[in-house]
């Protein structure tokens, strides 16, 4: 690896490693499996070597490969077989503390799209591109999350 394939690596991780460690923890629910993830995604970006349109089309490639890197290792034998370490969003506001944590206790395909248009910033229509799905079913997916979390807040 020469030093500006070592450069390029280590701002791409600068870039994007916070984002891509969020969305794999949505996926595996620790951070340790989570960063084995990233790990596994960076190892795929430098064997394919993609090149990008634009920050964008970058930033979207990274989030797509993680969340089936996550899917594929959430997924797999090992993982399901494992009992994962229960561990605490670090965070000073208590009040998005609790929040997150209701989060965490939505099914998968909510938490995904709560992260990334809460947490991202992402608009339907880029969540609908990232995930592969229709922006109407992110939509609704979106509006049972909020449905969900206001239910689950009640409660406690």
Known sequence: MTIDE????NN????????MLRCAYSYCGN???AEDVIQEVFIKYMR???????????KAWFLRVTINTAKDYANSFWYRRTEGINENI????????????LVRKLPQKYRIVIQLFYQEGYSIKEISSILKLRASTVGTQ????????????KEE
């Open 6 to 9: 070592k450069i390029l690596i």
């Open 12 to 19: 791409l991780i600068e870039k994007y490693a916070n984002i």
């Open 31 to 33: 951070q340790a499996d």
């Open 48 to 58: 394919k070597s993609p090149i990008f349109k634009d920050d964008n089309h970058e």
């Open 90 to 101: 670090p965070s000073e506001n208590k009040d998005e503390i609790d929040i997150w944590e």
């Open 142 to 153: 979106l509006d049972r999350a909020r449905g969900l979390l206001k239910k689950m807040s």
